[in-house]
């Protein structure tokens, strides 16, 4: 079966610094991998998606960035952090999956990482 | 784009009642509707899914229906429990030649049962 791991599960930084989440899938390959934040309102925003190593998409600009160095890893990064960037972020795969439905956009997500920008 | 909206954004219950959540879409193209759920401090999870060439889904005390002339889905909850408390989100997805269908959600519903 497939998992997916996501840390820190917290995070407390000052602003200015930097940011690195990591993501990581198992039990399948060359997934579909997002990164969502959701902000204290609690709607979903897309931040990148990623088709394939090295294939990376941006929904909304901002500080942010992210990257896939390997099929199965997404990371979510900033040079400097600012407050704006506190929330709840989610990375999320979607793809091929054994014993069940393939071909629709099934979105499995992490479980979360808190960041406080202090 | 696809406009996703979701309602009620708060829906209190007493423990045993019904539960309904309605949203709409905006894109007639859209033919995958899942439904999230969200407990407190986790990752959102599919409770249930509809596709285009359905109209009704039922699993257990949880359904979805579609109405595609009225570009709108429902869910239902029956029989509500205290553990149905959690964030509920809707998402419809719209594929336009891509072959990335991208998921668009709701802003989503804290439903809150009371024993």
């Given at each position: 079966s497939q998992t997916i791991h996501q840390w820190p599960a917290t995070l407390v930084q000052p602003v200015g610094s930097p940011l690195s989440l990591e993501c990581t899938v198992e039990g399948t390959s060359n997934p579909n991998l997002y990164w969502y934040?959701?902000?204290a309102g609690r709607g979903l925003q897309l931040l990148?998606?990623?088709?394939?190593?090295?294939?990376i998409s941006s929904e909304v600009p901002q500080n942010l960035s992210a990257s896939r160095p390997q099929d199965r890893q997404f990371i979510l990064s900033s040079k400097k952090l600012l407050l704006s960037d506190s929330g709840f972020y989610l990375?999320?795969?979607?793809?091929?999956?054994?014993?069940?439905?393939?071909?629709?956009?099934v979105l499995t997500f992490g479980a979360?990482?808190?960041?406080?920008?202090l | 784009g696809e406009n996703v909206e979701q309602h009620p954004s708060t829906l209190s219950v007493q423990e045993g009642d019904s539960a309904v959540i309605k949203c709409t879409y905006s894109d007639s193209a859209s033919n995958y509707f899942p439904w999230y759920k969200q407990e407190l401090g986790k990752g959102p999870q599919?409770?249930?899914?509809?596709?285009?060439?359905v109209g009704e889904k039922?699993?257990?005390?949880?359904a979805v229906t579609l109405n595609k002339t009225a570009k709108h889905f429902s869910l239902h909850i029956t029989e509500?429990?205290?553990?149905d408390s959690a964030v509920y989100f809707c998402a419809a997805q719209y594929?336009?030649?891509s072959t990335l269908g991208r998921l668009y959600f709701g802003r989503g519903t804290q439903l809150t049962v009371w024993p």
């Open positions: 934040r959701q902000a990148f998606y990623s088709i394939g190593i090295g294939q990375c999320a795969w979607s793809g091929v999956r054994t014993g069940g439905a393939s071909g629709a956009n979360g990482s808190r960041l406080t920008v | 599919l409770i249930i899914d509809i596709r285009s060439n039922k699993d257990q005390r949880i509500t429990q205290p553990e594929f336009r030649g």
